[in-house]
T-cell receptor, first 111, second 115 residues
Framework: GENVEQHPSTLSVQEGDSAVIKCTYS??????FPWYKQELGKRPQLIID?????GEKKDQRIAVTLNKTAKHFSLHITETQPEDSAVYFC??????????FGTGTRLTIIP | DVKVTQSSRYLVKRTGEKVFLECVQD?????MFWYRQDPGLGLRLIYF???????EKGDIPEGYSVSREKKERFSLILESASTNQTSMYLC??????????????FGPGTRLTVL
């Protein structure tokens, strides 16, 4: 089955700096790559996703880049703010709606 | 607004008990999922369902079963609870078609403790 690796497991950045989280996957046929954010005590929520026919997608301060050849994709958060502190999960999907999640990155924004 | 609800936020059970976790979604989604979330392991898929009465095993189905008798309801069953099933259980649903296809909407979670 699909294998998803996510790094780093923890990340601390100064407020206003950028944060980057990376994921690699094993199945070259995978075609859907979402990122979920889970704030403390809350449910995971989709923040951005990308499909295999697009290399980059941006939504205000967050962006996702996809490199299908290398089988990796990354989440970029610019101008970080305290409310960006959360656990972020990448996931990988292949047509049949099932997602395989990474192990998560705990992002802490230092004021 | 999509709403996914779970029957309990916190549950404490004894080893060997049969445990039912209920999930209900109100958006007519075809797909429903059960995950468990453990520190450092992320979200691991237990079972999922594409339609009423249909189910497929996820990555960690051992010790669990599911039931989907109605489209909006997906139940997770622990036949004989064990201490290693102490975890946070998350239910999710997603539509089969439309602009939100693939996007999974999660419930608030059930924190299950097995003593």
């Amino acid at each position: 089955g699909e294998n998803v690796e996510q790094h780093p497991s923890t990340l601390s950045v100064q407020e206003g700096d950028s944060a980057v989280i990376k994921c690699t996957y094993s199945d070259s046929a995978s075609n859907y790559f979402p990122w979920y954010k889970q704030e403390l005590g809350k449910r995971p929520q989709l923040i951005i996703d990308i499909r295999s026919n697009v290399g980059e997608k941006k939504d205000q301060r967050i962006a996702v880049t996809l490199n299908k050849t290398a089988k990796h994709f990354s989440l970029h958060i610019t101008e970080t703010q305290p409310e960006d502190s959360a656990v972020y999960f990448c996931a990988v999907g292949l047509g049949n709606e099932k997602l395989t999640f990474g192990t998560g990155t705990r992002l802490t924004i230092i004021p | 607004d999509v709403k996914v609800t779970q029957s309990s936020r916190y549950l404490v059970k004894r080893t060997g008990e049969k445990v039912f976790l209920e999930c209900v979604q109100d958006m007519d989604h075809e797909n429903m999922f059960w995950y468990r979330q453990d520190p450092g392991l992320g979200l691991r898929l237990i079972y999922f369902s594409y339609d009423v009465k249909m189910k497929e095993k996820g990555d960690i189905p051992e010790g669990y079963s599911v039931s989907r008798e109605k489209k909006e309801r997906f139940s997770l069953i622990l036949e004989s609870a064990s201490t290693n099933q102490t975890s946070m259980y998350l239910c999710a649903s997603s539509p089969l078609t439309g602009p939100q296809r693939n996007e999974q909407f999660f419930g608030p979670g059930t924190r299950l403790t097995v003593l």
